[in-house]
């Protein structure tokens, strides 16, 4: 079933991102509140239930939420696009605070109520996870996750008290 996720709105998006990882990651989240949150939304610290291309999750991570209230197809994955880029080159910058003062991911899920369309090669899914890898290589992730609003919809059946406590919303 596909949710509503644009109804949210920023806060309330974010405050599922963090519920739906904790029952995929199946760890503690370091939840993070209002305010510069250098880079994430929560964080997390393995080994994880997660797995991912090359197997479980296994260090520190973190996880950013990417909100935007529209339904506008390829405009919204070139929104995405600009979002992580912007996000990601925060990350390479050794003078910013999050590398100064913070603590480098080894895993980073991005997750965005954006629905990216999936035609091989040129749609946004594969644009956006192309974009992922090349960062994952710079920034030496062991591993990057996109969750678009397709997967969490997939999460919040596959998660039903999670869907249940933002039903009025989504």
Known sequence: MMHELNRLGERPFEDLCRALAVHVLGVGIQAFGD??????????????????????????????????????????????RQQITSELDAWLDPGRQRVTAGRRPEYLII?????????????????????????????????IALWDGNSLSMYLDAYPKVRQSFLEDV
């Open 35 to 80: 305010g510069p949150d250098g880079g994430r939304e929560a964080t997390f610290e393995g080994p994880l239930t997660y797995t991912g291309a090359d197997g479980p999750w296994d260090g520190y991570g973190g996880l950013q939420a990417k909100y935007r209230r529209s339904g506008l197809g390829t405009k919204d994955a070139e929104w995405l």
């Open 111 to 143: 997750a965005t109520n954006v629905r990216l369309p999936s035609v091989p090669s040129s749609g946004g899914i594969d644009r956006v996870q192309t974009l992922l890898r090349g960062y994952a290589d710079r920034l030496g992730l062991k591993d």
